[in-house]
């Protein structure tokens, strides 16, 4: 078979994957060999039917998706933001809808997620011109192997890739590489030697920052162990290993704690963690947070022993990131379904993490 008749997705003889049919980026890797049943891997910009226009101003939306396609929705500007998530949710047939949001930034490059209960047309800071939207996975589980769908672990899989070329995972260059090895073998199946006799077949794209030739050697080398791997089981080591990284899943919001001093506040499945620059320096379990309140812009976490412990100050926009905390706030201590989980360990649950994770904005 000719180079140019490859199917989408497979490795041709020079060792590059083969992009026929597929919307491609330079410098990514697609994650094609491992997309399960019944997904559309054919990519660019696609648009489901529109929603039925009862009156009012109607928005042009744009999702960019974790393959890096672009999918285009009608939404009314007054509709809640559940709508256009429901309705992406629909279009991905995704039923562990829990652990994912929708992430825009306003003109100033501060990031949001989508509030799903205020309308379109009130969510602070997205533009009513054709905006843009990020659909990214929103709470981190801690063990992604035990996701009921395997369309949920891929999309995890994707995420995982995104934040470890973004430099978003804090590891050292052998994770790195070990962690890029398992995204070859998902996509390219058994190191063959006639077909890579080389590390230049993974010169044309970006898995971590900082790859050079002695990176991609490392990932070749790595390549070479998985052999009988299928693109599922390459799909959960990666996964495996992401998890272990010590920042797994973790965003960092800028903060000041009483004295002033720089600080970083991440929500996580473990608690609400506070770190000194990457190094963490203390972590509030969800067993002991038993109230969390909010003064000024201080935010104060009171534990099981009764002390009540002053949060660092959200960092930020001066004004509208403690008013918008306050917001959010308040919105939890509506949810009474949402206070006992904060009460508990739900480590697993995306619910208690996102009663706090309401309390920061995305960085």
């Known amino acids: 078979m000719m180079d140019s008749e490859l ?7 020079t060792g590059h994957l083969s992009t026929i049919g597929y919307h491609t980026l330079p410098g990514r890797m697609h994650h094609s060999a491992s997309t399960p049943a019944g997904v559309d891997g054919a990519g660019g910009a696609r648009t489901p039917p529109a929603t039925p226009k009862k009156g009012g101003k109607m928005l042009a939306v744009r999702v960019h998706m974790l393959d890096d396609t672009i999918s285009m929705f009608q ?33 100033g490059g501060t990031k949001y997620w989508l509030d799903v209960e205020k309308p379109m047309c009130r969510q602070v800071g997205l533009s009513m011109l054709e905006p843009t939207l990020r659909f990214c996975v929103k709470f981190y589980t801690p063990d992604p192997a035990r996701l009921e769908e395997e369309f949920t672990r891929y999309l995890f899989c994707l995420q995982v890739k995104r934040d470890l070329a973004n430099g978003c995972i804090q590891c050292n260059e052998n994770t790195a590489a070990l962690m890029a090895s398992y ?67 973790i965003k960092m919001h800028p903060a000041k704690d009483h004295d002033g001093v720089p600080l970083n506040l991440a929500v996580a499945h473990m608690g609400i963690v506070v770190f000194q620059s990457f190094t963490k320096i203390n972590t509030f379990s969800w067993a002991k947070i038993r109230k969390i309140s909010f003064k000024r812009k201080k935010v104060f976490n009171q534990t099981a022993s009764g002390g009540i412990w002053p949060l660092p100050r959200r960092g930020g926009v001066p004004v509208r990131g403690p008013q918008r905390v306050q917001e959010l706030l308040e919105e939890v201590r509506g949810e009474p379904r949402l206070l006992p989980l904060l009460q508990r360990a739900a480590a697993a649950a995306p619910q208690a993490q996102g009663a706090v994770a309401r309390l920061l904005l995305p960085v």
């Not at 199917?7 to 003889?13: D, E, K, M, V």
């Not at 500007?77 to 994912?100: I, M, N, T, W």
């Not at 991609?216 to 290993?241: F, V």
């Open 75 to 107: 939404i009314q500007s007054k509709a809640p933001g559940k709508v256009l998530f429901d309705q992406v949710c629909r279009q991905l047939h995704l039923l562990e809808a829990d652990y994912f949001g929708l992430e825009y930034q306003d003109s």
């Open 183 to 249: 995204i070859v073998q998902a996509e390219c199946g058994d190191f063959v030697p006639e077909d890579y006799p080389d590390h230049t077949y993974l010169s044309g794209y970006k898995f971590f920052p900082g790859q050079d030739s002695e990176s991609e050697r490392r990932i070749m080398e790595n390549h070479k162990k998985h052999i009988g791997q299928s693109p599922a089981e390459a799909d959960l080591n990666l996964l495996e290993t992401a998890r272990r990284c010590e920042l797994y899943g």
């Open 7 to 13: 199917p989408p997705g497979s490795c041709n003889s």
